[in-house]
């Protein structure tokens, strides 16, 4: 009984990491307490990222003893704006950014825009002066 009552079961560790990624792809290198490499990334339905090298990356963990680990999400640059609760604000390299705001507006940052398919404008088909 003694010994029952000093044996206890290990700490539970924690859920989740900071780690900085060491190799960019959908299956990443990352080094929190020591480097793990081939960890898939995962983000919200229909959202596609790959983490750059050097980013700060949220890193779960899971399973007995946290062995099953994915990256999860980054840290948001400095320079983003203060989003309000709702809002999106979907952001690339190089300034490439979406910001879905509460207001019902939508700004649109980047150096080119293309789109392909046709484009309505208040409901009607929008075609440039001289087509």
């Known amino acids: 009984m003694w010994l029952s009552k000093q044996m206890r079961p290990a700490a539970a560790l924690a859920g989740a990491d900071l780690g ?3 190799i960019s792809g959908q299956k990443v290198g990352v080094v929190t307490r020591g480097e793990v490499r081939d960890l898939p990334v995962y983000g919200p339905g229909g959202y596609l990222w790959t983490p750059a090298n050097g980013a700060a990356v949220l890193v ?5 003893g946290g062995e099953e680990q994915c990256v999860a999400g980054a ?4 320079e983003a704006p203060q989003v309000r609760p709702g809002e999106v604000y979907l952001y690339g390299p190089g300034g490439n950014a979406v910001y879905l705001k509460q207001d019902g507006s939508v700004e649109i940052t980047a150096k080119q825009i293309a789109i392909t398919g046709e484009l309505t404008v208040n409901g009607e088909r929008y075609a440039p002066q001289g087509d």
Do not use: F, N
Request: glycine share 16%; aromatic share 0%.
């Open 20 to 22: 900085v990624t060491t």
């Open 75 to 78: 840290r948001p640059p400095e």
């Open 60 to 64: 779960i963990k899971g399973g007995p």
